[in-house]
């Protein structure tokens, strides 16, 4: 059974509703990536799997256990989430905000541990932050800034790794940096991964199990090698293309060929009206 579940899940803003009924069953153990266009609802849907969004309808299972009744120290001890645009506090440093994800760990007769600094440490080091330990969070770059959270995120060490849009203001080289370390969380440590990215290629190349969303739905979902076709990615994002292996790892690589243009239904002539003398 997956650890991390959703069934027939609504989610909506005020009476806009975004997401309907949805099932869904993350992968135990795989990198799981999220895609489609703009408004599509997939990352309501992983603020819902994260438990910062209250469902209209449905549930969202953790362990079989609505997350709704899941105490929050429980649930931050299993699932680590990176939302879209997060915001540190004033003045805080690189090395305290990563710390701040070990507080999960943490109790009024247990405070900072070995296993704690280790844990950060190995966090800061990884996602090439380390030299930055004292810099004011918010005197770095967007893309610095990126690092740090996603370090925060590690440091937490949950089983379940949840990060919506993780590549965000990044440079191609550092987008390549996180995803690699993405997906070796997942081999080294059996990782479960649920990502939202807005590159398909990219989510074709690292995913294990590729979800493609549109208009609040679940259109198709499975290995990115049966998902990406030319006709899903007509349907989806509304674009023609040529779908081919990628030269490095195989998997589907699309080819922008042209806007798509839905079939146009010729005008119907008004029929002549003929008087009568």
């Not at 027939?8 to 509703?17: G, S, V």
């Not at 994800?101 to 405070?111: C, D, E, N, T």
């Not at 479960?192 to 807005?198: P, R």
Request: glycine share 6%; hydrophobic share 40%; proline share 8%.
């Amino acid at each position: 059974m997956s650890r991390l579940t959703a069934r027939e899940l609504t989610l909506a803003y005020e009476d806009r509703t975004v997401v309907h009924e949805l099932d869904l069953a993350v992968p135990d153990g795989q990198v799981t990536v999220i895609v489609g266009p703009n408004a599509c609802g997939k990352s309501t849907t992983l603020r819902a799997l994260g438990r910062l969004l209250k469902p209209k309808g449905g549930a969202v299972l953790l362990d079989g256990q609505e997350l709704a009744r899941t105490p929050t120290k429980r649930i931050a001890q299993a699932i680590g989430l990176l939302p879209q645009s997060p915001v540190a506090p004033e003045a805080i440093t690189v090395a305290d905000l990563v710390s701040r994800g070990r507080q999960p760990h943490q109790a009024w007769w247990k405070q900072w541990s070995d296993e704690d600094e280790r844990a950060v440490t190995d966090a800061m080091a990884r996602t090439d932050v380390t030299a930055l330990a004292d810099r004011p969070v918010d005197e770095l770059s967007g893309g610095q800034r990126q690092r740090v959270w996603i370090a925060m995120a590690l440091a937490q060490e949950t089983d379940l790794l949840l990060l919506d849009e993780p590549t965000t203001y990044l440079d191609i080289a550092h987008q390549v940096e996180v995803l690699d370390l993405v997906r070796q969380l997942n081999h080294e440590r059996g990782r479960t991964v649920v990502a939202v990215l807005h590159d398909l290629n990219q989510a074709a190349r690292y995913a294990d199990h590729l979800v493609a969303m549109k208009a609040g739905r679940i259109v198709a979902e499975g290995r990115p090698g049966d998902v990406v076709t030319a006709e899903l990615v007509r349907d989806v994002f509304a674009m023609e293309s040529v779908v081919v292996p990628d030269p490095v790892t195989g998997s589907p690589l699309v080819v922008p060929a042209a806007p798509y243009t839905p079939p146009q239904t010729p005008p119907v002539a008004p029929t002549e009206r003929v008087s009568s003398s």
